[in-house]
């Protein structure tokens, strides 16, 4: 008989200063710029084996061809268990007179 397999999201308190975690749309809004974010965050500091997430994040937009591109890597660790992910981010930004539309994905892939 098969194991029990699910999958957790790490948690990410500071999502605020980096948009592009849960919005691969938000992708080239940083005004004709590359954006890079580190984030590191333990948590139970003090117990062994606490929650410890590592990220990694950056996007940019391609103003010649209204594109946008970017990449995401993170690792989690709780206790024994490690897992890794890596996203690529493309997008396309549609102008109008009215403000810029983004229309993104954000394919990857998840590791153990």
């Not at 984030?39 to 084996?49: A, I, T």
């Amino acid at each position: 008989m098969g194991g029990l397999h699910a999958q957790q999201l790490p948690q990410y308190s500071l999502f605020m200063f980096d948009q592009h975690i849960y919005n691969p749309a938000y992708a080239g809004n940083a005004d004709n710029s590359a954006e890079f974010a580190l984030d590191n965050r333990r948590q139970y500091v003090g117990f062994e084996g606490g929650p410890l997430t590592n990220h990694l994040s950056f996007h940019m937009p391609i103003r010649s061809k209204n594109l946008v591109a970017g990449g995401r890597l993170y690792n989690d660790k709780i206790d024994r268990l490690n897992f890794s992910a890596l996203y690529g981010t493309f997008g396309y930004q549609l102008k109008r007179p009215e403000g810029t539309m983004t229309f993104a994905m954000q394919p990857g892939a998840m590791f153990r």
